[in-house]
């Protein structure tokens, strides 16, 4: 069984630029969330959707963030204008449960020189 | 205060030697604790859950302590294979998301 898919893995962008991200969740899994992992602030959740439907966003840090679901196999995070402190591994991840084991894609490497 | 704290290492250790570690939490009222395992340059994937009671996994060991508010992953006759970085994770102050620690780096050596 396939897990979680991202796309792309790795992107390169100027600021400025917009940027969108990609994520295929587990079949079955209801449970959908993005995360954000730098050095200095380490995995921090950004929003996470249930059947489809966000739940809780108090973790995208502005406005330039968005994130749809528009169904149950798919999401994407966009970043518009993209800055150079974006710059960051972008994880999708998916469950049954809310608390329960989280699976997470591979992340996306994202560079805005 | 972080609601996850975890000491960022890193732990150098041989292999076969047994090494601990400690995290602790600020909410209270977390009901779900998880230890998450994260090689370099890929996703976290879920090591163990910890329980009330504690619980054993081959080589490691998760113990709960609720009253003062810690956790610890005992690994046990080290490997090479084990070198990466350990993430203790609770559940959120409204017991709706996952929180994750910073993460501690373990390096086992020949």
């Known amino acids: 069984d396939a897990g979680v898919i991202q796309s792309p893995r790795h992107e390169v962008t100027e600021m400025g630029q917009e940027v969108t991200l990609r994520c295929k969740p587990i079949?079955?899994?209801?449970?959908l969330f993005w995360y954000r992992q730098t050095m200095m602030r380490g995995l921090e959740l950004l929003i996470y959707?249930?059947?489809?439907?966000?739940?809780?966003d108090s973790g995208m840090p502005e406005d330039r963030f968005s994130a749809k679901m528009p169904n149950a196999s798919f999401s994407t995070l966009k970043i518009q204008p993209s800055e150079p402190r974006d710059s960051a591994v972008y994880f999708c991840?998916?469950?049954?449960?809310?608390?329960?084991?989280?699976?997470f894609g591979p992340g996306t490497r994202l560079t805005v020189l | 205060r972080k609601e996850v704290e975890q000491d960022p290492g890193p732990f150098n250790v041989p292999e076969g030697a047994t090494v601990a570690f400690n995290c602790t939490y600020s909410?209270?009222?977390?009901?779900?604790f998880f230890w998450y395992r994260q090689d370099c340059r890929k996703e976290p994937k879920l090591l163990m859950s910890?329980?009330?009671s504690g619980n054993e996994d081959g080589r490691f060991t998760a113990q709960l302590n609720r009253a003062s508010q810690y956790i610890s992953l005992l690994i046990r006759d080290s490997k090479l294979s084990d070198s990466a970085t350990y993430l203790c994770?609770?559940?959120?102050?409204?017991?709706?998301?996952?929180?994750f620690g910073a993460g501690t780096i373990l390096r086992v050596k020949s």
């Open positions: 991840a998916s469950n049954r449960d809310r608390v329960g084991e989280q699976f």
């Open positions: 079949s079955g899994h209801d449970y």
């Open positions: 959707f249930n059947n489809n439907v966000p739940i809780d």
């Open positions: 909410n209270s009222a977390s009901q779900s």
């Open positions: 910890v329980y009330s």
């Open positions: 994770v609770v559940t959120g102050e409204y017991g709706n998301k996952l929180v």
